[in-house]
């Protein structure tokens, strides 16, 4: 025990009712100086560094607008392909349109005077038949030939039954009265073109080819 009142440690005894005070290490001046005008100054960018970030922004926004500049005359060029392409397309679709129908009116026309020609070579036929005109009939029956040929008809098996299909339909064709070449004949009294339209194979069968017979054995 401590002898005197006076001990550090407080009560006689040496004991310190209080205990032991912790205590907290206090950071000097010099290990956290305030900061100073000069340690404000050492932040801020020099005069050149401004200089080059103003110029590096400007360059960015320079680049920036010629790319925008770009999309846009990409997108103007794209729309006007895209224009001039339907243009295009639209005119290629009414030139076809109007060769087609070019084309189909040739046809008609070409059918058109096929069939006047057809006409005008049965008439031709009938006038012949009633005249007793032969050699205006063999003309007109080789102009059916000379057709069949120019579609290219052969004179094979096959070409010949078409070709005899042909000739018949000519022979045996009427007008607007029904009459045919036979019969025509037969009113005209042309014994010798009945005999040459019967020999082509002129249908004897129908009503003026039996009033041409009749008229042939009676006469």
């Avoid at 006689?12 to 305030?34: H, L, M």
């Amino acid at each position: 025990q401590c002898p005197s009142s006076h001990c550090p440690l407080g009560e006689p005894g040496g004991q310190n009712t209080d205990g032991p005070k912790s205590r907290v290490p206090q950071k000097s001046a010099a290990q956290n100086p305030p900061k100073t005008e000069a340690g404000k100054k050492g932040t801020e960018l020099s005069r050149e560094e401004r200089a080059a970030v103003t110029l590096q922004s400007a360059v960015r926004r320079l680049l920036a607008r010629r790319e925008r500049v770009r999309r846009e005359r990409e997108r103007e060029e794209y729309e006007a392909l895209m224009e001039r392409l339907q243009k295009e397309a639209f005119v290629a679709l009414v030139r076809r349109e109007q060769e087609e129908a070019e084309k189909e009116r040739l046809r008609e026309e070409e059918e058109r005077k096929r069939r006047q020609e057809e006409q005008r070579r049965r008439t031709r036929l009938l006038e012949a038949a009633f005249e007793g005109e032969v050699e205006e009939i063999l003309a007109v029956l080789k102009e059916v030939s000379d057709l069949d040929s120019q579609r290219g008809l052969g004179f094979d098996e096959a070409g010949k039954q078409q070709r005899l299909l042909r000739q018949l339909r000519m022979i045996d064709s009427t007008d607007a009265n029904g009459n045919t070449a036979l019969s025509e004949a037969a009113g005209g009294g042309q014994s010798e073109v009945i005999t040459l339209l019967v020999e082509c194979g002129a249908d004897v069968n129908c009503k003026a080819g039996l009033r041409a017979m009749c008229w042939t054995h009676t006469h």
